[in-house]
């Protein structure tokens, strides 16, 4: 790509090992970034000799560095409303360690709010191999609203949340969803989805909201942890009550005033059953194919077209028949997309649904061509090689993501481990020449950390540890970081544009705290970024580079989890417990309590370090009737 560029850069990183992913090019020393993008990648006194006295240098001390991870598949835009409020069990190695949080946050929450665990953990990696029982979730949390989303299987509602939410015996149940009931016919607080979320979510979208500043906060908050884990850009896939433009208006003003940590293409998703199709004429009379910049861009449609054609991926439960008008109803939408030039993204679990679309599809490209059309199919567990071979012959893609790193035990249980050694056929399709990339579904159906879908592909390992694929369907490391990187650019029909490490393209990479290439396989999905730039801009430094950072304010309201947990794996609890400033670190001996106390024993650390909604500690936890107020 031929940019024209000035010849000072504004910021040269040296020292570093560069894997570029450019094929003429794989290694590099250095990197010099001007106006966002790569000026030069090559050596230190090659790119030394172009600094002057404005530019500023960041020496990597010989750390490894990567482009930046793209998620092709992830909901940033509803999460970061919400990511203030909830409480992560992403990455949490036992339910012993989840419950122990839950009764802090607990403690800690004003009434009205809830505690919320919104997805992105499964029971299987705990050690305990178990959901908490709603008889322990009541005991925790006798009087604060607590809602539990396990994947898209299921809820645990608290008695406080089944009040909150008003369901009673005389609440039925609705379609595709089970209220379950006692003895007597009153909600024991579990809701199953049977076989579709639709209960599962509408009954989370019935708890409080964060004011507009709150949620423009809570945004940020959500785009530095991605940051921290080593992610510079997404495709946003829209989502269940994620109306557009209303819902967008927060993203929007971020994009607007310049605090997009991330670069976000987004996708429109429809939200009314058998009014889809006016959606589509609706938005795109009125939305422009691509409009926007390389931080915020409209992406097209999707991942939900019509609701005829939702395979909702509850391995629980038996596979759902698409109902007959299925093609006609998916026709008449793409004819509206084609027409309009605007790729679109369908979500599409089993390959029976697929084989279907291609139908509607194909008889849509026999009157207007799809040809230069970026659409693609989502998920595809199962797809088989004849729907490859026909997604290949009308220039189609397949976007995969790490559901079954959450629910491989689901599928083998009820299809068979054998059925599961290709689910999806990812090294395939790869063989095949089909456009595949990768990314999370996060936040609900699974986490949104890379890392875990990297060590998925390579691995061939769930997070509770079950081998699902043989060695020869898994990934080698430079072709799983592929399907991370440049493969994704197809996907927002942004190849050339970022991706890699190359001269001209946008300036986005991280410096992870391992060698991705040389670290142990079971340490892969422990790795995060100690540095992480989007266009030239550090979005997100620790360790060697934490006087780098710039950090927004803490988290609102001050009672939320992220103050005190951070996100994923409850990483800032672990960190200030492992390493207290120094103000921090005193010995058990004088604090004044002798044997412990009640609420936190002798972690006065943890206690110091977490955000009590008080401007008084002492007063904080002595209202928790703790002796000992953490002095």
Known sequence: MNRTVNASPDLILVNGRFTTLNPSQPRAEAVAIQSGRFSKVGSVSDVMALADAS????????????????????????????????????????????????????????????????????????????????????????????????????????????????????????????????????????????????????????????????????????????????????????????????????????????????????????????????????????????????????????????????????FRQPRPEMPAEMEGELEEVIRVLVQNRWPWRLHATYDETISRALDAFEKVNEETPLEGIHWFFDHAETISERSMERIAALGGGVAVQHRMAYQGEYFVERYGAKAAEATPPIARMLEMGVRISAGTDATRVASYNPWVSLAWLVTGKTVGGLRLYPRHHCLDRDTALRMWTENVAWFSNEEGNKGRIVEGQLADLIVPNRDFFACAE??????????????????????????????????????????????????????????????????????????????????????????????????????????????
């Open 55 to 314: 530019t500023q240098v960041i020496d990597l001390g010989g750390k490894p560095v990567l482009p930046g991870l793209i998620d092709n598949h992830i909901h940033v835009i509803r999460g970061g409303l919400n990511f203030n409020m909830e409480l992560r069990w992403d990455g949490v190695p036992s339910l012993f360690d989840a419950m122990r949080m839950l009764k802090q946050q607990v403690a800690i929450t004003p009434p009205p709010q809830w505690v919320r665990v919104v997805g992105g953990f499964t029971e299987n990696q705990f050690v305990e191999k178990r959901l908490p029982t709603l008889e322990e979730l009541n005991a925790v949390a006798p009087d604060t609203p607590v809602f539990i989303l396990h994947l898209y299987d299921r809820a645990l509602l608290n008695a406080a949340a089944l009040r909150a939410v008003g369901y009673t015996r005389e609440t039925p149940n609705p379609p595709g969803g089970e209220i379950q009931r006692d003895a007597s016919g009153n909600p024991t607080g579990l809701l199953l989805a049977k076989p579709n979320a639709t209960i599962l979510y509408a009954t989370l979208a019935k708890g409080p909201k964060l004011p507009f500043d709150y949620q423009l906060n809570s945004t940020r908050h959500f785009m530095r942890d991605l940051n921290r884990l080593g992610v510079t850009s997404v495709i946003d896939a829209g989502g269940g009550f994620q109306n557009y433009p209303d819902d967008y208006a927060v993203i929007q003003k971020l994009a607007d005033d310049g605090q997009l940590t991330i670069r976000l293409a987004y996708n429109l998703f429809t939200q009314k059953p058998k009014e889809e199709k006016q959606d589509f004429l609706n938005w795109t009379s009125s939305t422009r194919y691509k409009q926007g910049d390389d931080y915020f861009r409209h992406n097209g449609a999707g991942e939900m077209l019509v609701y005829s054609a939702a395979d909702f991926e509850n």
């Open 522 to 631: 079971d340490e892969i999905a422990h790795t995060s970024s100690h540095l992480t730039v989007v266009g030239g801009r550090v979005v997100y430094a620790a360790a060697d580079f934490a006087g780098l950072d710039d950090a927004p304010p803490p988290a609102m309201p001050d009672w939320s989890p992220v103050n005190r947990y951070g996100g994923y794996g409850g990483w800032r609890e672990a960190e200030m417990a492992t390493n207290p400033p120094p103000m921090m670190r005193v010995s058990a001996s004088t604090c004044g309590c002798g044997t412990g106390c009640a609420v936190h024993g002798h972690d006065h650390a943890r206690a110091w370090a977490s955000q009590a909604p008080a401007s008084d500690l002492k007063a904080f936890w002595g209202a928790l009737g703790c002796a000992c107020w953490a002095v």
